[in-house]
């Protein structure tokens, strides 16, 4: 099994992207969702997308935002891809990809068989599924909760679009679920972190290391 991409989000510093660089991962995660402990302002992803300049992939993580928010990030990161952390649906993930020449990643919350059956609408809308734990009703974020799913839904899975794992993720149990589940791509925040939007340089280099490992 070849090993699986890996994507470290939530990156909010030089310090953090500097780590996801050094431990080679594939994919940087910028969030754009005010809310969140990791949220980046239009500064913070300007001065992380010239620091990056071009190393790692940099993905655009948004919650149900408007073309401009999207517009204004791709520009100022120079941003690779975009994740779709809401409720958007395959319409207007096919839109953005469309408008935005981008590859556009659906992320899926998942708790039942039927989220996992569902996934199939956003065939030809999303490049990238990434089956997410569901966060619990009135959680202030849908995602970036350290929240573990039941792997074992994946086997479900029957669409033609390729494939990621996230939600509770850590250097301890990645490469379990890298083989439970045979993930493509596997997605980490709070679990490469000391406290919420904190990242921790050794966490990420022992992530990446284990995924690496399955
Ligand atoms: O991380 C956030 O703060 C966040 C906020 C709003 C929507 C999504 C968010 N994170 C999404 C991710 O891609 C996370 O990596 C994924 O949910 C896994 O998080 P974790 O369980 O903490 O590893």
Redesign the pocket.
Known sequence: MPAPAIKI??INTSAALDATLAARADYA?L?F?PP???HVTIRDAALLGARNAGRSRLVG?F?DADDATIGEAIAAAHLDVL?L?GHETPERAAQLKAQFGLPVWK?LSVAASADVAAATRYAGAADLL?F??KAPKGAA???????VFDWALLNAYRGPTPWGL????GPDNVADAVRQTGAELV?????VESAPGVKDESRIQAFCRAARSA
């Not at 974020?141 to 929240?147: A, K, Q, S």
């Open positions: 989000c939530g995660g969030v969702f969140s402990p990791r993580l919650v994740q952390h992320a990434l997410d734990a974020i849908p995602g970036g909760l350290g929240l996230a939600g509770g993720l997605d980490v925040s709070s679990g």
